[in-house]
Nanobody
Framework: QVQLVESGGGLVQAGGSLRLSCTASGRTVSTTTMAWFRQAPGKEREFVGRIAWPNYRTYYADSVQGRFTVSRDNAKNTLYLQMNSLKPEDTAIYYC?????????????WGQGTQVTVSS
């Protein structure tokens, strides 16, 4: 099964930046849609942003539009989330996800998550 591992989380002050990475192993998911989600304590998991294959078209939640950027490096089988102008409300565990194939309706593979904490 595909394994996804996130990295790059940490503690940052409001207004700062972080870059999250998600590397895949087991089998390539570079030809499928990949996405970032997040979950804050006591809250439901929410969508953050996704990047499609093969056209790399992106889509973002309104809450992060203009501040976050999703990108991918297919050669490295890696997904990125550049997070700028961070706000305390961005504090959450961030998860990367991938579809099993380009025909999958939902996301099939998930990482363990990386904690992002934004202080005021």
């Amino acid at each position: 099964q595909v394994q996804l591992v996130e990295s790059g989380g940490g503690l940052v002050q409001a207004g700062g930046s972080l870059r999250l990475s998600c590397t895949a192993s087991g089998r390539t998911v570079s030809t499928t849609t990949m996405a970032w989600f997040r979950q804050a304590p006591g809250k439901e998991r929410e969508f953050v942003g996704r990047i499609a294959w093969p056209n790399y078209r992106t889509y973002y939640a309104d809450s992060v539009q203009g501040r976050f950027t999703v990108s991918r490096d297919n050669a490295k089988n890696t997904l990125y989330l550049q997070m700028n102008s961070l706000k305390p409300e961005d504090t959450a565990i961030y998860y990367c996800a991938a579809k099993q194939s380009q025909y999958s309706a939902n996301f099939d593979y998930w990482g363990q998550g990386t904690q992002v904490t934004v202080s005021s």
